[in-house]
């Protein structure tokens, strides 16, 4: 016998109609939002046109799309004549990958201790305190480690040698064998505060219930943090691995080009700086371009492994 199809087919254009229908009854919402739209669009896709510097000759003062068109010119000059690339990529993905990691884990680490703290408000005293440096600028911050590790008149290299510890202050900022711990330190001061608190605010999503069951079953508060409260964060923490694992490849422009110095540049010079000073200082805007969009291709084939493989691993994703 030939089967008769049960399934109802769908009429030509409903799809169209209903999102039509869903964007005229959520027409208000979508005004709310226009302006933000607006200003992702001017500030961070219209600027992409002029990636096409990268593929020509581009002379300061000329037309954006007026220059000699020279196809993959400046990205084989990239590969071929740049010395620095790798200590760049050494210099970039250590900090970074550093700062990540360790931003995370000890982010994590405060945020469960608050959560289990007796005392509520130290606990709370504890996180205003941490969350504070995230408002303080670079400028700010360099003002800080100034005064306190300048070799001469820093407040702790005087204390460190009056008391006997140590024979002359040392050059924290100026000796390239401490770059690295001082610019990971001082990322891990000024974003711990903002990590925990998302951390907290996934503690406080996780049911009291379960927290129940497990005192019921014998669990301490060790037991307790083990078996409910990490697994209940593992989803926060692949989502913010994800999202900062695109931004590896990105340092604070800010950051490095006050903390940088003639004596420390070797450990210093990331990416960002050499697109600054290949683009702002030396004027040559196709190069600079050109590396600026391998960054920015790598970045995104970053994210999208991350992704996979965290997807693959324990099931959580975000694209």
Do not use: H
Not at 11 to 31: E, F, N, V
Not at 49 to 62: H, T
Request: glycine share 6%; proline share 3%.
């Amino acid at each position: 016998m030939r089967q008769v199809a049960t399934g109802t087919a769908p009429i030509p254009g409903s799809s169209g109609k209903k999102l039509w229908a869903k964007i005229k009854r959520q027409k208000w919402l979508l005004l709310m939002m226009s302006p933000a739209f607006i200003c992702i669009l001017m500030f961070n896709y219209l600027p992409l046109s002029g990636w096409y510097i990268a593929f020509s000759e581009y002379q300061l003062g000329g037309s954006l799309f007026g220059g000699q068109f020279v196809g993959l010119k400046y990205f084989f000059k990239i590969f071929q004549e740049s010395s620095d690339l790798v200590y760049l990529i050494r210099n970039t993905l250590v900090m970074n990958g550093v700062t990540l990691v360790l931003n995370l884990a000890v982010a994590l680490v405060l945020a469960i201790l608050l959560k289990e703290a007796t005392w509520k408000r130290g606990a709370k005293i504890t996180q205003t305190v941490s969350f504070f440096p995230y408002f303080v600028s670079w400028v700010i911050a360099y003002s800080i480690v100034w005064s306190l590790l300048a070799v001469n008149s820093g407040a702790l290299n005087q204390f460190l040698v009056r008391v006997g510890i140590l024979d002359k202050g040392l050059n924290i900022l100026g000796d390239p064998k401490y770059s690295w711990q001082l610019i990971i330190l001082l990322n891990l001061w000024k974003s711990t505060g903002y990590n925990t608190i998302i951390f907290l605010s996934a503690i406080s999503g996780i049911s009291s219930e379960e927290y129940e069951a497990a005192a019921l079953d014998g669990a301490g508060r060790w037991q307790q943090i083990r078996y409910v409260t990490l697994p209940n964060l593992l989803p926060t923490v692949s989502v913010l691995l994800i999202m900062n694992a695109g931004w590896i490849l990105s340092s604070n422009l800010e950051q490095f080009f006050i903390f940088s110095n003639p004596t420390n540049w070797s450990r210093m010079e990331v990416l960002d700086m050499y697109i600054y000073k290949f683009g702002l200082k030396m004027l040559d805007f196709p190069y600079a371009t050109a590396m600026g969009i391998i960054k920015t291709v790598v970045s995104i084939l970053l994210l999208l492994f991350v992704n996979w493989l965290t997807k693959r691993m324990s099931e959580n994703s975000v694209l």
